[in-house]
């Protein structure tokens, strides 16, 4: 399953493993330099995007009057996003993943200058939405690219540079995106980062097309697109947007679009991902399931890990932040120590320890509600968690090509992002529902202006704790990644 079909003799060089290109210089030895410079460069847009654009979506949804829409800015992009994830899958494996990775990067570039230039918050949320086609093209063509072009040796290094492409941008996009928009505005923000659009189009493409274009089986007669899984992601957008519309008004009306939402949502999930993904059934469908539960429970934990720390202990937004910031660089190293060949035999059992590292991460940082708990604990927690991190999903991605023959490689890789985005969705309205439940609601804007202490330490709670629950059976999940 690992053996990747020859190119076309006209564009693609012999090859030494099964089909991908000869890796005895590494990713960046003659063969791979170009190709591994511009998609680490597609990879640190796109990070450089996601915390720049962050920074500057308040200033933009006051100055446009849509505070009531804020959170439409961030879930419209998700929800066209998964759309384009399955249909970029299906495009990559027909015809290969050089069109759907520019027509991503390009429609990436074009939604932000439709935000840049809007008069209305909604013409912004269309423009979002924009991004988020290209986004979702982009991302799912990237990993078929690496599927083609790299040898299964090197698949780890070029997923642990995709992992640090994040640590730069992390730093330095909220910093960069502050200053411009303080001093020049908000737009220029979304203005400015399609320039960024130019370099990894005019590296990555050419090599892309060198190396990885083509169909998976050139000999074979060209596959249509298959009309059922066009329709199942239609359904898990559109489930997803009125989950999410759903849950910005919680009423006794918010049933009704809560229930349609769940209705489409739910078969299309199942009918996306691997068959048995849900009971973790040995190989694919495992390593599928464990990059959700990683990265829900993981993320839904973190989202939180700010406002208790200004509400609770007194700290700043800012020194809440940069309690966090030690992450990316643990992330770096844990995606680094997966990547070394020495590791290779024992990659399922590092992946379980990666686990239980974010359980025991998770279910350490609310011990800083104890008053006597120093804050500097949820810093050295979330380096561990991060380290955690950083090792199971470069893994994810690494076995999953590996367990993907060649002409899957786009479909399931979709499937790996769906499963990313959908428990992101689900573990994070989890969590806030308990968070509300206890007494949440009332830690309000005055505490965080403030820095006084709340009231509801439980609430907060009741969010690590069921997520540490949730990344434990991430754990017993990673014993399940090899067959038998």
Excluded at 377 to 382: E, I, L, N
């Amino acid at each position: 399953m690992t053996a990747l079909d020859p190119r076309d003799a006209e564009v693609t060089p012999p090859t030494d493993d099964g089909g991908a290109l000869p890796d005895r210089r590494g990713v960046l030895g003659k063969e791979h330099r170009a190709l591994s410079l511009g998609i680490v460069s597609v990879v640190v847009l796109v990070a450089f995007e996601a915390t720049a654009v962050g920074t500057a979506m308040p200033v933009a949804a006051r100055e446009l009057h849509g505070i009531e829409l804020y959170a439409f800015a961030f879930s419209g992009y998700f929800t066209t996003s998964l759309f384009a994830m399955v249909l970029s899958g299906q495009w990559a494996d027909r015809d290969g993943p050089l069109r759907p990775l520019a027509t991503g990067i390009s429609a990436f570039g074009a939604g932000l200058l439709m935000s840049g230039t809007a008069g209305t918050m909604w013409l912004f949320i269309i423009g979002r939405a924009v991004q988020g086609l290209g986004g979702g093209l982009l991302i799912v063509a990237l990993y078929v690219v690496v599927s083609r072009a790299y040898s299964e040796r090197l698949r780890p290094a070029i997923m642990a540079a995709f992992a640090a492409s994040w640590v730069i941008p992390s730093v330095v996009g909220p910093l960069a995106a502050g200053t411009v928009t303080e001093h020049l505005g908000w737009r220029w923000v979304f203005i400015g980062i399609p320039a960024l659009v130019v370099f990894p189009l005019a590296l990555a493409l050419p090599a892309i097309r060198r190396m990885a274009s083509g169909p998976a089986d050139p000999g074979a007669p060209p596959q249509p697109f298959d009309r059922r899984r066009i329709r199942l992601a239609l359904g898990i957008s559109l489930g997803a947007g009125l989950l999410q519309y759903a849950g910005q008004d919680l009423n006794w009306f918010s049933l009704v679009p809560a229930a349609a939402g769940a209705a489409l949502l739910v078969p299309a999930a199942l009918g996306l991902l691997p068959k048995g993904t849900y009971r973790a059934v040995r190989g694919l469908p495992s390593v599928v399931l464990l990059r959700g539960i990683a990265a829900g429970s993981f993320i839904a934990a973190e989202s939180f890990v700010p406002l208790m720390l200004v509400t609770q202990r007194g700290l700043s937004p800012t020194m809440a932040g940069l309690s966090l910031a030690v992450g990316g660089a643990t992330w770096t190293l844990g995606s680094y120590v997966q990547s070394r060949p020495r590791v290779e035999p024992y990659r399922e059992r590092l992946m379980a320890l990666g686990m239980v590292l974010v359980a025991a991460a998770i279910a350490t940082a609310p011990s800083v509600l104890i008053a006597w708990v120093p804050v500097w604990v949820v810093g050295v927690a979330w380096g561990v968690g991060c380290f955690g991190m950083g090792m199971v999903i470069a893994s994810t991605s690494v076995l999953l090509l590996k367990l993907s023959a060649p002409g899957e490689a786009g479909a399931n890789s979709a499937a790996l992002q769906i499963s990313d985005g959908l428990s992101n969705v689900l573990l994070l309205a989890t969590g806030g529902a308990a968070f509300a439940a206890l007494g949440g609601g009332a830690v309000g804007a005055a505490h965080v202006a403030s820095g006084a202490s709340g009231s509801h330490p439980w609430a907060f709670a009741a969010v690590f704790l069921p997520m540490a629950g949730v990344a434990l059976v991430g754990a017993w999940v990673g014993t399940r990644l090899r067959t038998r």
